[in-house]
């Protein structure tokens, strides 16, 4: 396989997707490099990740700071040679009608699910361009894709970035960069936990997540398989999602 010694540095790496994906690309022989703020799950990760014989490290990382994300491409650099794929995980939702006009909710989607991705790319992309290749796999959502009520302003981000990777991947069609947007259904993640103010109607979101959701390595096994083909294969979309949503 063509993940076996790849460096990949991942967002969001201290649960659900993010943790997932670490486990399973060191299970397969990349080297990873997590970043999150949860430092403490970081490290116990790093810990489990070594344990198993796997190679790992940790940096603490908020998306909405772009020293962060520096820092997260300077530590797989520095310490493994290269990085040769980042994994652009990290993202919130606050769940409600436009007309609530939750801007403090909006700001936070915007910072993180929007301008963190551009922080991570704004980071990468010199080391990608200095090496000659690199993969930008960019965790967006099914959201995106079916606009609900309640989600206008939170598939907005998703689909932002959508239009950001293609737009990016237009530019870079010299054969060194590959763009994906991978876009996961239900999930069972922390994601819905903050999402929903009201308790009566996130415990009902959370029972039906825990009920219909994939477990979060399906969504690692996608990651996988796109980082896992031929440098002159690019899979630019992957949709993930429960056989049952509708």
Do not use: C
Request: cysteine-free; glycine content about 10%; hydrophobic content about 40%.
């Amino acid at each position: 396989m063509t993940i076996r010694g790849k460096v990949v540095a991942i967002t969001g790496a201290s649960s659900g997707i993010g943790e997932a994906t670490a486990r399973h690309l060191a299970d397969l022989g990349a080297v990873v490099v997590l970043g999150a703020r949860r430092t403490d799950r970081l490290d116990r990760l790093v810990t489990e990740i070594e344990a198993a014989g796997g190679q790992a490290a940790a940096v603490r990382v908020d998306v909405t700071d772009p020293e962060d994300l520096r820092s997260l491409v300077t530590v797989a650099v520095e310490r493994f040679g290269r990085l040769d794929v980042l994994v652009g995980n990290a993202g919130v939702s606050s769940i409600s009608p436009v007309a609530d006009l939750d801007t403090k909710g909006w700001s936070a989607m915007i910072d993180v699910n929007l301008k963190g991705i551009l922080h991570g790319i704004a980071a990468a992309l010199p080391v990608f361009r200095r090496q000659g290749s690199g993969h930008l796999v960019t965790v967006v959502s099914t959201s995106g894709l079916k606009i609900v009520p309640t989600q206008a302003v939170y598939a907005g981000t998703k689909n932002a970035v959508r239009t950001l990777l293609e737009g990016l991947r237009q530019e870079s069609t010299d054969g060194t960069l590959r763009t994906t947007s991978i876009s996961p259904g239900y999930v069972r993640t922390e994601l819905i936990d903050n999402a929903v103010d009201d308790p009566t109607a996130r415990a009902q979101a959370q029972q039906h997540m825990a009920t219909l959701g994939l477990d979060p390595l399906s969504v690692a096994r996608a990651i996988a398989f796109t980082i896992d083909q031929p440098d002159d294969v690019e899979i630019g979309d992957l949709t993930i999602r429960p056989t049952r949503q509708g």
